[in-house]
């Protein structure tokens, strides 16, 4: 005899399956170093480039010092650990950064702080730039000027993109139908010299035109890149310093999910914008995203841009 279920079971059964459906993409104007809004082991991949340590041209003093800094860096890793799923992936777009004559070693604090979190160190790529294309540091000309020992700084072309992993990956948790349907395009990857751990791509130049002006957007081909190799379709990815949203986009495009967070506010415009949001109005029009804005989101990038403008007419 078919058993009917009861009114309660039907009306639960429902609301299971328009939760699972109505998963909706976050964007999330708050400290990273708390991401409450996100269950433990629910994301499956993060993609991400933190704020270059007081870089000159782009975060003057944004930090009181390198140690706090640091902090900064420890309390995300602490909450990316919680949020990533089993096995998952953290690729964090990083460089060391010069301020003053000294170089500050960001790559390698960053790398021991994740591991000392819990992650395991499973990769490193070198981002190379093409010459011509570098955006700030004409450090060269400096022997130019001097053509003498001791004047020497390198002009720099690389960034690197660090690859932690969240112990273990079950490769037999994913279902024959979702390897398919995220099968990586082998043309693509030979190609363009994915295999290589050394990538060049022509990075992104903030001019006054471009959306990302005043914002230090990492190009499209990094996160495509990583979401194709880490990611299935359907997956949720995260980025904890969006920025203008690139993660997110290129999240959207290639049938994944998106969350991100980002402390500063005046981003919510150029956020809106890159991922097809309309920038009208403040209140959330589209179903499968909610804006949510906290109240320790801030207000950076006006006095961020006045400060590099005050620095540079300085030193005029
Ligand atoms: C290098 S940018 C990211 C750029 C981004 N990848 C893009 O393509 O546009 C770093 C971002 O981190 C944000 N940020 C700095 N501290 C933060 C924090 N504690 N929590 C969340 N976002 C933060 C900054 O406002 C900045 O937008």
Redesign the pocket.
């Known amino acids: 005899m078919k058993i009917l279920k009861s009114e309660i079971d039907i009306g639960m059964e429902i609301e299971r399956l328009s939760m699972k459906s109505e998963w909706r993409n976050k964007i999330i104007f708050?400290?990273?170093?708390n991401m409450g809004e996100l269950e433990d082991s629910s994301i499956h991949l993060v993609v991400?480039?933190?704020?270059?340590f007081n870089a000159p041209f782009?975060?003057p003093d944004?930090f009181d010092s390198y140690k706090q800094f640091l902090n900064?860096i420890r309390n995300?890793a602490k909450e990316l650990k919680r949020v990533l799923d089993e096995g998952r992936i953290a690729a964090l777009?990083v460089d060391d950064t010069l301020i003053d004559g000294k170089k500050y070693p960001v790559v390698a604090d960053i790398t021991k702080v994740f591991i000392e979190e819990g992650f395991k160190y499973r990769e490193k790529i070198i981002w190379i730039k093409p010459e011509g294309f570098i955006r700030i540091s004409r450090r060269s000309g400096v022997i130019l000027q001097h053509p003498y020992p001791m004047y020497y700084y390198p002009d720099n072309l690389q960034e690197s993109i660090l690859i932690f992993q969240n112990g273990d990956f079950d490769y037999k948790s994913i279902s024959k139908d979702s390897k398919m349907e995220s099968k990586i395009d082998i043309d693509e990857f030979q190609k363009e010299k994915w295999y290589l751990s050394v990538w060049q791509i022509t990075n992104?130049l903030p001019n006054n035109n471009r959306l990302?002006k005043g914002?230090?957007?990492?190009p499209e081909e990094i996160?495509y890149r990583l979401i194709k190799l880490f990611s299935y379709k359907n997956e949720v990815v995260l980025?904890?310093?969006?920025?203008?949203?690139?993660?997110l986009k290129v999240a959207l495009e290639l049938d994944r999910k998106c969350v991100g967070?980002?402390?500063?506010l005046e981003?919510l415009k150029v956020v809106k914008e890159?991922v097809g949001l309309n920038q009208a109005t403040l209140t959330n029009d589209r179903p499968d995203f909610e804006v949510i804005i906290r109240k320790d989101s801030k207000h950076?990038?006006t006095k961020l841009q006045q400060k590099v403008k005050d620095n540079h007419n300085r030193r005029q």
Do not use: N
């Open positions: 708050g400290d990273c170093q991400t480039s933190p704020p270059y782009d975060y944004l900064m995300t777009v992104v990302e914002i230090a957007a990492f996160p980025d904890p310093f969006m920025g203008s949203g690139t993660t967070y980002d402390i500063d981003l890159k950076l990038r």
